[in-house]
């Protein structure tokens, strides 16, 4: 897991909108491979869930009495243990938790894990519009290249 967790410390780092990250040039992600037991990531999952609790400035009890409130129904310290003790390995995080963890912890590092699990990135905000906008000058780009091709054979005729 630990190369997992440096590849969210890389992603999430700040930087301004000037500087290319080099991770960025180099690193494409890439999915797991399509074989049997490849995607049996519970321990990593519950490894990632738990460093992310024990970074986190809320205790435990203040997670879960967030996730309540964001949920509408009473998640407990001791479910928060239970779905990240490596001993409880019959305990599994439910999905639906998902967004109402990340609220409460103010973090993306579980959809970014997943994300790049999947070989996707996870973009947010600034990043993904300029992401967008790469797409889009890359689009015209393409598209000035085949304008120019056609009016080369339209001269030629």
């Not at 990531?41 to 519950?46: I, M, N, S, Y």
């Not at 407990?76 to 390995?89: F, G, I, M």
């Amino acid at each position: 897991m630990s190369m997992a967790i440096a590849a969210l410390k890389i992603t999430m780092k700040r930087r301004d909108g000037l500087t290319t990250d080099l991770f960025d040039l180099v690193a494409v992600p890439v999915a797991r491979d399509p074989i049997a037991g490849a995607l049996d990531v519970g321990a990593q999952l519950r490894g990632l869930l738990s460093q992310q609790l024990k970074t986190s400035v809320l205790s435990r009890h203040q997670v879960a009495a967030r996730m309540s409130e964001l949920l509408g129904h009473d998640v407990t310290k001791h479910q928060l243990d239970s779905w990240t003790a490596e001993s409880r390995d019959g305990w599994r995080f439910p999905l639906e938790y998902l967004p109402a963890l990340e609220v409460a912890l103010e973090t993306h590092a579980v959809t970014a894990w997943l994300a790049d699990l999947r070989g996707a990135r996870l973009m947010i905000g600034r990043e993904a519009l300029e992401a967008q906008l790469g797409k889009l000058e890359h689009f015209k780009t393409e598209i000035r290249r085949q304008e120019m091709a056609i009016k080369k054979l339209l001269e030629e005729k």
